[in-house]
């Protein structure tokens, strides 16, 4: 799955706008259609580099009057917590921030390969 996949159009649009307004300052013609092409650009170096592209999901509150905010994973079998301390934790117990951002990065990178496999690659 590429970066393009992931970005919906309300949100490409909203990209191609900012790159438009920022770039068409310096560029005498700089379009909306220009623009696209330099947000495409972006974004396929960025998955060429082994960036990936993600829309995070939106908080949840804590059931149970707990405080704090969750996340579920897409089945709802990994559930993600985030005290109001900070703290991350699920059912295996507490996450460091960059342990979390690892752990992700992780599961991305696997997604990935098994993407690459189906495809032949």
Do not use: Q
């Amino acid at each position: 799955m590429s970066a393009r996949d992931v970005i919906s159009s309300r949100d490409y649009a909203a990209l191609s706008e900012s790159v438009r307004d920022a770039l068409g300052r310096c560029a005498v013609g700089f379009d909306r259609y220009h623009a696209d092409h330099a947000v495409d650009a972006v974004l396929d170096g960025l998955d060429y580099l082994g960036y990936a592209v993600v829309k995070l999901p939106e908080p949840e509150e804590s059931p149970d009057g707990e405080s704090g905010v969750m996340f579920h994973g897409r089945d709802s079998a990994m559930v993600i917590f985030v005290d109001d301390d900070g703290r991350i934790w699920d059912s295996d117990g507490e996450w460091t921030r960059g342990e979390s951002r690892a752990n992700a990065a992780a599961f991305l990178a696997a997604a990935r390969h098994a993407e690459a496999g189906e495809r032949g690659e």
